[in-house]
């Protein structure tokens, strides 16, 4: 029974997307040009250059292209279905997430779930068929692919608890619009979605590495790429596993904080 | 003189109300900021890198993302209420403006102050600040001209595209998501050179989604390369007519679709 109220949560927002055609079909546009258009700006920066800040043409193509399947991960559109903590917050029906016989932390760790396979499945498609087009490199090897999968898990979920405790940011901002661009803002830019980190100065790169960003989306494609050894893999991953368990302790407290928030039908 | 004066009213309405909470006013201007300072970040990072982008020198390169960036704060400040429209129509607020006697896109435009426009145009304008005094060019009357006419042609060619993307939201209120990809494409691909993209690309980008209009093909004419674009040079020197041409037919465009719209009551 609870695993068919898993599945009926998890799957709400992949069905919105669903009975929203012109949002599926701007997806797949958009996946598509995007990706083109990202495989020819870096050939292209590099037809007059060789490696640069230890990255060659095809490693760079293949971070761009990659960082754009990724970002299919988590770009469902919960705000057109008027579920995002920001929208409930603002009109007042956060109150429903704990009147349900379903904790709002679990519910919305069921509706992030969902559309991380969802989003899955579109990058697992578009990974693919780069593949088959050569436009992006496979792994060099299988011990490559293996560390990838699992540094790409822990980057998820170190992407689902940045997400969440930017929601949670909510609970104590009326108005936070701004606030919330800034930190998705931080987190592209940090987490080497508009360019691979290791194009950025040195004071840059440091500064990163104290932040859990570049663990979400850098960590994951520079193992991929090789511009991060083997030999480096274990500590990597073992400071995504400390991010995941920070932030999964800080954002359990924020729960609780923000449960002490919520007035309902008056009080 | 009646519309100014109740447009104008209604701005500093507008601009009180967003006084209203400071700390989210004072996060708007730098959210602007910091989303133009991303794109001065990812071009210096390329300008760094990749020396003699497309056979531009830096300082010529520089020139592109100061006119689009320009541009781009004029549109946040004057018409820029039409990127994000979808949620003023699933609000069921667009079936108000209906009954109002005001023009929609007025009040559309006048919805709310655009306090993030602060954040970009201050940026904008320290980076063309920046691009001129770092270029070697012979800054004469008539190229300051030819700049400025740049600039308001690019807004004008940009707020084409988003009404265009508004007109598609009154019919699908989803397409606004074409909006957040058009913002983001103008902010990647509309700050550099586009002779380093193979062919089909930055035909795809003149004549497709011609966001090469807005500051490629004048900073090209300014520099000297507009020969070497791939398009004819008088219709790379017509680019803020052609963003002048484009709003007019965006406008018209809106008109119809309005005409058109049909709320959740029919």
Do not use: K
């Amino acid at each position: 029974m609870a695993v068919l109220h898993a599945w009926r949560a998890a799957r709400v927002t992949p069905l919105g997307e669903l009975y929203a055609p012109p949002r599926m079909t701007a997806a797949l546009i958009r996946l598509t040009v995007q990706v083109i258009l990202v495989a020819s700006l870096w050939n292209g920066l590099y037809q007059q250059t060789g490696t640069t800040a230890g990255i060659d043409r095809e490693q760079a193509v293949t971070y761009a292209v990659m960082a754009v399947l990724a970002s299919r991960l988590r770009e469902l559109d919960q705000y057109a279905g008027r579920d995002t903590v920001l929208q409930h917050m603002h009109f007042g029906t956060i109150v429903y997430w704990y009147l349900r016989p379903l904790a709002p932390q679990r519910y919305y760790a069921l509706r992030a779930l969902g559309e991380q396979l969802y989003g899955f499945a579109w990058a697992l498609a578009g990974f693919v068929l780069s593949l088959a087009a050569g436009v992006v490199q496979p792994p060099g090897s299988a011990a490559v692919a293996g560390v990838f999968a699992l540094s790409l898990l822990l980057g998820q979920l170190v992407l689902y608890y940045v997400m969440l405790v930017i929601d949670q940011f909510c609970f104590w901002t009326l108005r936070n619009g701004a606030a919330m661009l800034i930190l998705i803002f931080a987190q592209n830019l940090l987490s080497g979605v508009y360019a691979p980190l290791w194009f950025f100065p040195d004071w840059f790169i440091t500064l990163s590495s104290f932040l859990p960003f570049q663990a979400t989306l850098s960590v994951p494609l520079s193992l991929y790429v090789g511009r991060i050894p083997l030999s480096d893999a274990a500590f990597q991953l073992s400071v995504q596993a400390g991010w995941v368990l920070v932030l999964a302790l800080f954002t359990r407290f924020l729960w609780r904080r923000a449960a002490l928030r919520i007035v309902s039908q008056g009080g | 003189m009646n519309a100014v004066r109740i447009a104008w009213r209604i701005t500093r309405l507008n601009f009180r109300a967003q006084l209203e909470y400071r700390s989210e006013f004072l996060l708007m201007i730098g959210i602007g900021a910091i989303w133009q300072v991303s794109v001065i970040v990812f071009a210096t990072v390329l300008l760094t890198r990749f020396t003699g982008m497309g056979g531009w020198d830096s300082s010529e390169v520089l020139l592109i993302p100061a006119t689009r960036m320009l541009a781009h704060g004029i549109f946040v400040l004057f018409l820029g209420r039409m990127h994000g429209i979808g949620q003023i129509i699933q609000e069921g607020m667009i079936d108000t403006y209906l009954v109002r006697p005001m023009p929609v896109f007025r009040q559309v435009q006048l919805s709310v102050f655009p306090t993030n426009a602060i954040g970009d145009l201050t940026v904008a304008i320290g980076l063309m600040v920046g691009a001129l005094s770092r270029s070697d060019l012979d800054w004469t009357a008539g190229r300051i001209t030819y700049l400025v006419v740049c600039v308001l042609g690019g807004m004008f060619l940009e707020a084409a595209l988003f009404t265009a993307v508004a007109c598609a939201s009154l019919r699908f209120p989803a397409a606004d998501y074409w909006g957040r990809w058009l913002e983001e494409l103008l902010g990647t691909f509309g700050s550099y050179p586009l002779n380093v993209l193979p062919r089909a690309v930055s035909g795809f980008l003149t004549f497709g989604l011609p966001l090469a209009f807005v500051a490629y093909f004048p900073a090209a004419v300014l520099t000297g390369h507009g020969h070497d674009t791939g398009v004819p040079y008088w219709l790379a020197a017509a680019s803020p007519l052609l963003g002048l041409v484009a709003f007019l037919g965006a406008r018209l465009l809106w008109r119809w679709s309005l005409g058109h719209y049909t709320g959740v009551n029919g």
